[in-house]
């Protein structure tokens, strides 16, 4: 029996110290937040305040630009542009699928050097589709019909070619 007493004098504390912290203070309202399909597209309203506040504006602004409808060939693209990949320096690599090779920018978007190129050996691209850094700082490439990943180091520097698991062809949506 005494130790019945002794746990809930023990609760009683707890929620005692509780209700203190707690004071007079309002509780946060929830933020109401409404979704709603309109013309085929989700919109989502948030009557929460936003990160920026109300008095203070966001706006988007150009900090760099990459490529260009004329100039030399390093600022050339010749199709859509699939994927992007910042490499751990900061630099940026810009896969050109229908050119089958990569090209490389530093910070300030100024051309470094170009990886890979068409053809089926060592280090080249067959349609590549994709590309994405492993954990130790490689480059990846899937090459989009012959079934296999170039791999890469962020010098540019061919390390070594994997067969992928499926002989699956990806398609620029990176669907299977």
Known sequence: MVIAVRRWSWYRVVLVAAFAICGDR???TPAQTRVD?????V??????????????????AEILRIG????????????PLLTTALGT???????DSDADQITVFDTLGTFVRRVGGPGQG??????????TWDGYGR??????????????????????TE????HAIVRRQHRL
């Open 89 to 95: 320096d900061g630099s940026i690599y810009v896969l």
């Open 37 to 41: 399909t309109v013309g085929g597209v």
């Open 43 to 60: 919109h989502v309203w948030n009557s929460s305040s936003g990160a920026w506040g109300r008095d203070v504006p966001w706006s988007v």
């Open 139 to 160: 480059l990846w490439v899937a090459n989009g019909f012959d079934g296999r990943y170039s791999i890469f180091t962020p010098e540019g520097g061919f390390v070594r």
């Open 68 to 79: 260009a409808p004329s100039g030399p060939p390093e600022e050339l693209f010749s199709g």
């Open 163 to 166: 067969r992928r698991p499926t």
């Open 26 to 28: 309002p509780a946060p």
């Open 122 to 131: 060592p280090g080249e691209f067959a349609a590549p589709s994709a590309m």
